[in-house]
């Protein structure tokens, strides 16, 4: 069955920066395009970026782009989100998302299984 497991949240200072990881299983890793989203405290689950199955096309949201990076290295089945400069507002859990086809999307309805996320918190 799928899996995606998600590490390398924490705690990190207002201007940091983390590294999170993605492990994937159970599916041809290679053929979906897959996206970060996350959840802060009290909201709505928020799409953060996403990367297209040949890793030729990368999309962000706004409050994200220019500080966050998405990157995949399908030999190892494995999607990362580097984050830098990082702000108080980026504190979520944060899970990694297969989408059902190839092209980057950011509707979450476009997206079949979701890890257990990591809690990345971002406080001086």
């Known amino acids: 069955q799928v899996q995606l497991v998600e590490s390398g949240g924490g705690l990190v200072r207002p201007g940091g920066s983390l590294r999170l990881s993605c492990t994937a299983s159970?599916?041809?890793?290679?053929?979906?395009?897959m996206t970060w989203v996350r959840q802060a405290p009290g909201k709505a689950l928020e799409w953060v970026s996403g990367?297209?199955?040949?890793?030729?096309?990368?999309n962000y949201a706004d409050s994200v782009k220019g500080r966050f990076t998405i990157s995949r290295d399908d030999a190892k089945n494995t999607l990362y989100l580097q984050m830098n400069n990082m702000k108080t507002e980026d504190t979520a859990v944060y899970f990694c998302?297969?989408?059902?086809?190839?092209?980057?999307?950011?509707?979450?309805?476009?997206?079949?299984?979701r890890g257990q996320g990591t809690q990345v918190t971002v406080s001086s």
């Open positions: 998302a297969k989408a059902k086809r190839g092209y980057v999307t950011s509707s979450l309805y476009d997206h079949d299984h």
């Open positions: 159970g599916f041809i890793f290679s053929n979906y395009a």
């Open positions: 990367i297209n199955s040949e890793a030729t096309s990368t």
